[in-house]
């Protein structure tokens, strides 16, 4: 007998009718009417049954901190670090174990099972280091934790900081963080890419720096990112983060510039949320939105995703996980409203975050573990428009978490007892 049978299910590329069957924690086959007897099943219902979301791009060190040690008042980037900077002394272990965990629950009610998390190393103590290394452990049976070991205060310019990201690299940290455009001078912070990426190439590392956040046009870390990748043979491995400038440079840059990132086989992870909160703060009218150029960069076959970067810490006072909520705002930052544009936003906060992560056995076909997160709308472009409920959400076959379907009861003369957002199809009048 099978452990579970969900029947009737919308994929995310649009095959309907479909049955997926899973044993011992895998999918054992994915197709219509599947003939077999499980443990449990689950008639979808036409719904559309995903693969788990994805964040690529998050801080759990800081989550759920905001207001400690007072509140972000001008709302830069720049503020929210010096905030993290006199919050970070007043760490305890406990405190961010507590805050990263709550954050996984959050999580896992959203559907989201696998996040990539930057951890600052520019603490003598390791103090988040040890914190986090204890949550990805805790997390494992139920959720994906990669840590990125992350120079906040710089590479360069924070004293030792080169030494504590080796260290925690060797605790036991996944992935090579940066902060190029963070260092004193262009030149630091292009020496800080080369350092990294050479630390990466020397250890069989990843690599995802965040680079060139700011609204300065000049910025060329990203540049620098690509060319290193293709000296060191890191293609496939490289991952630039926010790149917020490119939303300012020249055009003609930029067509130089996103083909060397199609060379140099490097990805993009743009945080829309945070992207149009941080930036454009030193413009009058009109503002600028700071997120870089998604569309452009799919276009020219550059994998792009959506983080959410940031929960209710230094730099962000809203957000509760949703990394819909990310997609759709990525989608409505960047004009993304054709059709296929707005399914490629759904693929950025879930099959393209996990192709950055490398993630082992993702998706929805035989042979995976059995991760899926069941959504109450038909489609991707629905399930980002209603921020669809996560009815079930399965790790390797078993349900961890569930939600009842999202309904409000009107009181309308003539109208319907119950009111359902999804849009039924009115035929035309002959």
């Given at each position: 007998m099978a452990d579970l049978l969900v029947t009737n299910a919308t994929l995310p590329e649009g095959r309907t009718g479909i049955d997926v069957l899973v044993t011992d924690g895998r999918i054992v086959d994915v197709a219509p009417r599947i003939e077999a007897v499980a443990a449990r099943t689950i008639d979808?219902?036409?719904?559309?049954?995903?693969?788990?979301?994805?964040?690529?791009?998050?801080?759990?060190?800081?989550?759920?901190?905001?207001?400690l040690?007072?509140?972000?008042?001008?709302?830069?980037l720049l503020e929210g670090i010096a905030l993290w900077g006199e919050l970070k002394p007043q760490l305890t272990q406990d405190a961010l174990v507590e805050r990263a965990l709550t954050y996984c629950d959050w999580a896992v009610a959203k559907g989201l099972l696998a996040i990539r998390s930057h951890v600052d190393v520019c603490d003598p103590r390791l103090t988040a280091v040890e914190a986090l290394l204890h949550v990805k452990e805790r997390v494992a049976p139920y959720l994906d934790l990669q840590l990125v070991a992350f120079p906040?205060?710089?590479?360069l310019r924070s004293p030792g900081a080169l030494d504590l990201l080796q260290r925690a690299l060797a605790m036991g940290v996944d992935v090579v963080g940066g902060i190029p455009h963070f260092e004193r001078t262009a030149a630091d912070g292009a020496e800080s890419v080369r350092l990294l990426c050479t630390i990466a190439a020397e250890q069989g590392r990843l690599v995802d720096l965040h680079c060139d956040e700011s609204d300065d046009p000049q910025s060329r870390h990203i540049e620098m990112l690509a060319a290193q990748s293709i000296?060191?043979?890191?293609?496939?491995?490289?991952?630039g983060s926010h790149l917020t400038s490119m939303h300012s440079m020249d055009n003609y840059y930029v067509s130089k510039l996103i083909p060397l990132l199609v060379e140099g086989g490097v990805s993009a992870i743009a945080n829309p949320l945070i992207n149009i909160t941080l930036q454009g703060r030193h413009d009058s009218y009109p503002k600028r939105?700071?997120?870089?150029?998604?569309?452009?960069?799919?276009?020219?076959?550059?994998?792009?995703?959506?983080?959410?970067?940031?929960?209710?810490?230094?730099?962000?006072?809203?957000?509760?996980?949703?990394?819909?909520?990310?997609?759709?705002?990525?989608?409505?930052?960047?004009?993304?409203?054709?059709?296929?544009?707005?399914?490629?936003?759904?693929?950025?906060?879930t099959v393209n975050a996990a192709t950055i992560l490398h993630l082992d056995g993702y998706g929805i076909a035989p042979g995976n573990r059995a991760d899926f997160v069941l959504l109450q709308a038909r489609d991707p472009i629905e399930?980002?428009?209603?921020?669809?409920?996560?009815?079930?959400?399965?790790?390797?076959?078993?349900?961890?978490?569930?939600?009842?379907?999202?309904?409000?009861?009107?009181?309308?003369?003539?109208?319907p007892r119950e009111v359902d957002w999804r849009l039924r199809r009115v035929d035309a009048p002959a």
């Open positions: 979808a219902g036409g719904l559309l049954l995903t693969p788990p979301f994805v964040d690529p791009h998050f801080h759990l060190d800081s989550t759920l901190s905001y207001g040690p007072r509140v972000n008042r001008s709302g830069t906040q205060d710089g590479l000296r060191l043979g890191l293609q496939g491995r490289v991952t939105r700071g997120m870089t150029r998604v569309p452009e960069l799919m276009a020219a076959g550059v994998t792009v995703a959506f983080g959410h970067d940031c929960v209710l810490d230094p730099w962000y006072p809203l957000g509760s996980a949703d990394l819909l909520e990310v997609a759709a705002m990525g989608l409505h930052v960047a004009q993304m409203t054709g059709q296929d544009a707005m399914r490629a936003c759904f693929d950025a906060v399930a980002i428009r209603l921020r669809a409920t996560r009815l079930h959400v399965f790790r390797a076959g078993r349900e961890i978490a569930h939600a009842s379907p999202a309904c409000a009861s009107l009181d309308l003369p003539g109208r």
